[in-house]
């Protein structure tokens, strides 16, 4: 290997660092979304449990916050799925830099395509994180739930 293609290695490294910080980022965050979903899952198998033996004002209550945990489930699903897309394609840029040097064919615009790719699934991502913590938000209830009032007509 001569020093041309040694320093011409060294340089596409110097590129791809800061690829590898936005991985080490993404894969933050899936771990944060994996947790979420985790806490959302035992939630919902928590209120199927007590589904049996309640009151119909308080099954009907239990079946509408399990509506609300599939739900944010799904949401958390796919922020989590939007960001293992933009891993993929962080990681193909990575891959495209060293073969551009390697081979010596610019892959410029593959590069930057792909690159803003992974720059939309992660903002994608994020904002089905943000709704889902939105709607966690406002679900938020402390203590328990008191029976309502008979209607009167």
Excluded at 78 to 89: P, Q, R, T, V
Aim: one cysteine or more.
């Amino acid at each position: 290997m001569n020093d041309a293609t040694v320093g011409s290695i060294a340089h596409v490294i110097q590129l791809a660092v800061a690829p590898v910080f936005l991985l080490t980022g993404v894969g933050s965050m899936l771990g944060v979304l994996t947790n979420r979903l985790a806490r959302i899952v035992d939630r919902a198998r928590k209120l199927e449990a007590d589904l049996s033996g309640q009151e119909e004002w308080r099954l009907q209550l239990l079946r509408q916050w399990l509506k609300d945990l599939a739900l944010r489930a799904r949401l958390i699903g796919w922020a989590i799925s939007l960001c293992i897309g933009c891993a993929l394609l962080i990681g193909s840029v990575v891959v495209l830099l060293f073969v551009s040097s390697i081979t010596e064919v610019n892959f410029g615009g593959v590069v930057a395509a792909l690159f803003i790719g992974a720059m939309l699934s992660l903002i994608s991502g994020l904002l089905c994180f943000m709704r889902e913590i939105y709607l966690a938000t406002r679900q938020l209830r402390i203590g328990q739930p008191e029976r309502p009032a008979p209607l009167t007509p």
